[in-house]
DNA sequence: GATGAATGAGTCTTCATTCAT
DNA sequence: CATGAATGAAGACTCATTCAT
């Protein structure tokens, strides 16, 4: 399904793809059927398979997108910062930006990681922010700002508490995305740096 | 649905949550269909409606009982320890050993988190485990052990990492639970002390 | 199924049929399961299937008493009364009443007649109404009381308007059947023309 | 279940309400299953529900056709005369007529008529009949032509008599309905007492 | 590109009936 | 006599997918 797209159909892909996010965020995935996507956006059911083989292949794509899209947001967000602390500061900001402005992708997210066979898509995703976040701690503990630990296990720690906490706070509770990203920040940095500082 | 039982009857009721919980599991609630349940107990259909009145209604009894049986495990390890944070230390380690002794009760749990008619039984083992989290803060911050930080916030993080550290290291990766307790005990107790000291 | 029955098997019996009726009036015969009527009796299903054969024959059961009841009814009401036209009032009265003491099971032999298996029961009690109406009809006839017409006919026009009269009068509208069978009584003596004239 | 219907689509729904009409009529409403619609008209079972939200709402359609059926009946009957004997005779005789031409639709009624949840569509029904009755029996008294009684105990009393007469006579036993009307017709009009004697 | 209609395997659930205890 | 448990065929309904127009 690579089909070449006119502006108009790249429209309806996106339409498609926007609005059976939020059904599959509110109904979950399963209990979302094509056909209310298609009845919802007062489409036939024919668009729906013009522009995707089928249902599951539409998870995979919003899946895809919503990796590169926090993966854009959180490299605008470090562009030209260099210290690696910084940048970590900046990444979970930014993450938290993001995740209280697509809740719905967050969630749906959320589930895939429930289905076998959406999981090899979501651990590539996760595996590129560890991988992000492995560079900076290594980065920072080279600096010998950052304690010396294992940045694999603390990498992973890191993006759960931080996944957590926003899903949490941000989704649950309506709160403001900077300030818990404040507190995290500042729960992550007080654990993994060599000497106690402040909190932010 | 409040049948009494014979002893005999409630080993059914045992089979079918336990079978229902390992193939809720590995495939899946929504493609795991009752049929599929009752077959591979060798039983009739109608038996699954004798025990369960619904198959929404298992997976409600599979989270309840997996929130008391977790609770339970943590009760009894922190059993006459007084120590704030040595209580922490102990309910982090016994939720490692329970969480690799029922990885599939945990992975049922990460789907019905997915679903907004299973998220209220959710919530509820979660604010438990949240409730006991910040009694423990709370003495810690009252003694001067723990520095004085917001006990809800702090208690939802220390859970959301613990629980998604175990996911990832103790399932995805077959560690050790001891060990990513050990490591999950580190960063927390490292981030929340008021001094650093050696982590137990 | 005819076994021979303790007083406390009869009154078992008594009470199956009893409470099956009202369900089958409220509820409808199919919605209405056996299930139900045993855990509204408080007993165990062996208990159903040692007095009735099948659900069916527990309405077969219904019906005949059915019969035999109003017939039993209409039979005292006109003992020792010679004139055929008062025997007719007073069997429409003695319906009337039968009718509004017996609500549910008028009701339960309405939906019989709408099946094919249960409509022989049906038949066989009409017949046997129709048979002692067109006596009465045809007393009055020889008697020079009643015009000459087709007591086959009348027979079963006094019948069904008495039936539908009841149903609709006493059940749905609560009145008093005396007054309800008064009214009937009228019409069926009188017609409704101010003069008789020659029937179009 | 509103939908615009394409010219074969209307054509698919009106060959699905006309077999289960005779499939419920034959067979029984809850007998009769959707499965066995479908297949007896040889199309997938997908095809049921495309029309229909459920089997109860495919019958409630079939009673509401059918009560639009039999009064458009009635009223061409009636059409351009004013005396309201005649408006009865007419009227009667187009219902025998009626009922003549759809025997499964009638049986159908009959079912409806008792389980609760159907009810209400039969009441309507049949309050609309009662109430054309009432006009003529009014109009009949007011220009002393028809006796001075309850129009509406006359007006159900009619209504029973006939359906009832119809459903015995026209169905069971299969006379000219032409033949039926005109008894019922005499009977309404005249009574069956020679002279007209006080009512009791 | 798009639609309404159709398919039919598959889902959850019910229920009359049977039977070991 | 009575019960709790079990059976399994059958039922209503869903839904991803296909296709003629």
Redesign the pocket.
């Known amino acids: 399904m690579n ?8 429209e ?1 892909r996106r339409q498609l793809m926007d609005y059976a996010t939020v059904r599959f965020a509110g109904n979950g995935y ?9 009845t919802g956006l ?17 998870l995979l794509e919003i899946l895809k997108e919503a990796m590169n899209s926090i993966r854009r947001a959180q490299q605008q967000a470090i562009r030209g910062v260099d210290d690696p602390v910084r940048r970590i500061e900046l990444g979970i900001a930014a993450s938290a930006r993001w995740t209280a402005d697509h809740r719905e992708v967050h969630q749906v997210t959320q589930f895939a990681a429930t289905e076998e066979r959406f999981r090899p898509a979501i651990r590539r995703g996760r595996d590129i922010a560890v991988e992000d976040m492995r560079r900076h701690l290594h980065d920072g503990i080279e600096r010998g700002i950052i304690r010396d630990m294992d940045v694999d296990y603390i990498g992973h720690a890191i993006l759960g508490l931080t996944t957590d906490l926003f899903g949490t706070f941000i989704h649950e509770r309506g709160m403001d995305p900077d300030e818990v990203a404040a507190v995290a920040t500042s729960f992550v940095l007080d654990g993994i740096l060599v000497d106690a500082r402040e909190p932010a």
């Open positions: 089909r070449k797209l006119t502006p108009r159909g790249e309806r399963h209990p979302t059927s094509v056909a209310e996507i298609v007062g489409v036939g059911k024919g668009v729906f398979y013009w522009y995707f083989e089928s249902k599951e292949e539409l």
